[in-house]
């Protein structure tokens, strides 16, 4: 990817599609990012607007679902508190999306109604309790879950260097003071790394106040013995719908005729319902067409970018989410030549020895067991050999690699 994608797309960090922290840009970034966006044969303007990882701030296609969300908050909209959700669905389905959009708005209206504009009228509008969305891949732990959530209560992050579970209980209490309960939505619960719903039920229940929780997963509710008030199931998207969101996204983020409508329904066919694997495929084919110097998406560039997502597929986010030295060693991975994956062993040893990884080859082979354990990678049987022993197993990633080469390598370029 040339620099100038590169450039464009940290500005997609002001627009809130990027899940990372917020950075201030220098003069120099900003006057280089204009006159880039202003290029007559750019393919990309806005890759944020294509990402897999990013969801728009008005969710489209999933009015019926989205208004069962809202059915489910009505009761917040009168002062007082929801009961306790489980919002559900396959990956792509637009859960997080549909939630983190409707908890944003909510949590804006909150804290105007909260900074204590007081008149000499007697009769006051019911105030809605605050709302805050956590991630459950950045909030692994009691304390990171407690801490996200009063960093939700607040109009600036809590400092939590050094500070103790119990200290930040504390803090949440004192910010909740004399409000009737808060409602916390917690995605992404029940995958590995993460909390399940019992689990985030028994952490909020150690902090002295009221609060309700809305868990979002994929995992059916009746594997759970947490049993949540209701329910609200988000259906994978339907063909036409898929159409809808992908003409959506890539109007926002690639230039006019860039991608035809046939090549947006046959993506809409190979993606079966899943949004985040459709735009992951347009992401790739885009980064091959830039590429290849070219200002619309080929059938060739198509085919490689659909190619680059496996099937099945872990979605991006939580690979994203790995600790950064996990990350490295993905990164190394995909690029390694084909023959060095054969094998652990072989990966091991490449890896290793990659400049930038700073790792011992048994810390790197645990990571790769591990990683394959929790299906991030594929450790597919290779040839037989006609040796002794346990086969080897060829290691390959079952997530899209084009668009996390990009990711991450714009991450680490911040």
Same mark, same amino acid.
């Given at each position: 990817m040339r620099k100038a994608g590169r450039s464009s797309r940290t500005s997609e960090i002001e627009h809130g599609y990027t899940p990372t922290s917020i950075r201030q840009m220098n003069l120099e970034e900003r006057i280089t990012r204009r006159l880039r966006r202003n290029r007559s044969r750019q393919l990309v303007r806005d890759y944020a607007a294509v990402s897999p990882v990013s969801h728009p701030p008005e969710p489209v296609a999933r009015e019926a679902s989205l208004e069962r969300i809202l059915d489910a908050l009505e009761p917040a909209f009168s002062g007082a508190?929801?009961?306790?959700? /489980?919002?559900?669905?396959?990956?792509?389905?637009?859960?997080?999306?549909?939630?983190?959009?409707?908890?944003?708005?909510?949590?804006?209206?909150?804290?105007?109604?909260?900074?204590?504009?007081?008149?000499?009228?007697?009769?006051?509008?019911?105030?809605?309790?605050?709302?805050?969305?956590?991630?459950?891949?950045?909030?692994?732990?009691?304390?990171?879950?407690?801490?996200?959530?009063?960093?939700?209560?607040?109009?600036?992050p809590a400092p939590t260097q050094g500070v103790s579970t119990g200290r930040i209980r504390e803090q949440i209490s004192r910010e909740i003071d004399g409000r009737d309960g808060v409602v916390v939505a917690v995605d992404h619960v029940g995958e590995p790394r993460t909390h399940d719903l019992t689990s985030v039920a028994e952490t909020l229940a150690t902090v002295?106040?009221?609060?309700?929780?809305?868990?979002?997963?994929?995992?059916?509710?009746?594997? /759970?013995?947490?049993?949540?008030?209701?329910?609200?199931?988000?259906?994978a998207f339907r063909r036409h719908a898929m159409v809808d969101v992908l003409t959506d996204r890539t109007s926002a983020g690639l230039s006019r005729n860039a991608v035809t409508h046939e090549q947006l329904r046959e993506l809409a066919v190979w993606a079966e319902g899943d949004a985040h694997d459709a735009l992951a495929a347009v992401f790739g084919s885009a980064v091959l067409a830039e590429r290849n110097g070219t200002d619309?998406?080929?059938?060739?560039?198509?085919?490689?970018?659909?190619?680059?997502?496996?099937?099945?597929?872990?979605?991006?986010?939580?690979?994203?989410?790995?600790?950064?030295?996990?990350?490295?060693?993905?990164?190394?991975?995909?690029?390694?030549?084909?023959?060095?994956?054969?094998?652990?062993?072989?990966?091991?040893?490449?890896?290793?020895?990659?400049?930038?990884?700073e790792l011992s080859a048994g810390t790197v082979r645990r990571m790769l067991?591990?990683?394959?354990?929790?299906?991030?990678?594929?450790?597919?049987?290779a040839e037989a050999s006609g040796s002794r022993g346990r086969p080897p197993s060829r290691i390959e990633p079952l997530f899209p690699t084009l668009v996390f080469r990009e990711l991450y390598r714009e991450r680490t370029d911040e």
């Amino acid at each position: 990817m040339r620099k100038a994608g590169r450039s464009s797309r940290t500005s997609e960090i002001e627009h809130g599609y990027t899940p990372t922290s917020i950075r201030q840009m220098n003069l120099e970034e900003r006057i280089t990012r204009r006159l880039r966006r202003n290029r007559s044969r750019q393919l990309v303007r806005d890759y944020a607007a294509v990402s897999p990882v990013s969801h728009p701030p008005e969710p489209v296609a999933r009015e019926a679902s989205l208004e069962r969300i809202l059915d489910a908050l009505e009761p917040a909209f009168s002062g007082a508190l929801p009961p306790s959700t /489980y919002v559900w669905g396959p990956k792509g389905a637009g859960k997080t999306a549909l939630v983190k959009a409707t908890f944003d708005l909510l949590a804006g209206v909150s804290r105007e109604q909260h900074r204590g504009i007081h008149t000499t009228t007697r009769t006051e509008r019911p105030k809605t309790p605050p709302f805050v969305y956590v991630d459950a891949r950045d909030a692994d732990s009691e304390f990171a879950l407690l801490a996200a959530v009063l960093n939700g209560l607040l109009d600036r992050p809590a400092p939590t260097q050094g500070v103790s579970t119990g200290r930040i209980r504390e803090q949440i209490s004192r910010e909740i003071d004399g409000r009737d309960g808060v409602v916390v939505a917690v995605d992404h619960v029940g995958e590995p790394r993460t909390h399940d719903l019992t689990s985030v039920a028994e952490t909020l229940a150690t902090v002295e106040g009221t609060f309700v929780w809305i868990g979002i997963g994929r995992d059916s509710p009746d594997v /759970y013995s947490t049993e949540p008030d209701q329910v609200v199931e988000v259906p994978a998207f339907r063909r036409h719908a898929m159409v809808d969101v992908l003409t959506d996204r890539t109007s926002a983020g690639l230039s006019r005729n860039a991608v035809t409508h046939e090549q947006l329904r046959e993506l809409a066919v190979w993606a079966e319902g899943d949004a985040h694997d459709a735009l992951a495929a347009v992401f790739g084919s885009a980064v091959l067409a830039e590429r290849n110097g070219t200002d619309t998406i080929r059938p060739s560039d198509l085919d490689a970018g659909i190619d680059a997502v496996p099937r099945p597929c872990i979605a991006l986010g939580r690979v994203l989410s790995l600790p950064k030295n996990w990350q490295r060693v993905l990164a190394a991975l995909v690029d390694l030549p084909r023959d060095d994956r054969t094998s652990v062993t072989k990966a091991t040893d490449a890896l290793a020895t990659s400049s930038g990884i700073e790792l011992s080859a048994g810390t790197v082979r645990r990571m790769l067991y591990e990683l394959a354990e929790e299906g991030i990678l594929d450790r597919e049987p290779a040839e037989a050999s006609g040796s002794r022993g346990r086969p080897p197993s060829r290691i390959e990633p079952l997530f899209p690699t084009l668009v996390f080469r990009e990711l991450y390598r714009e991450r680490t370029d911040e």
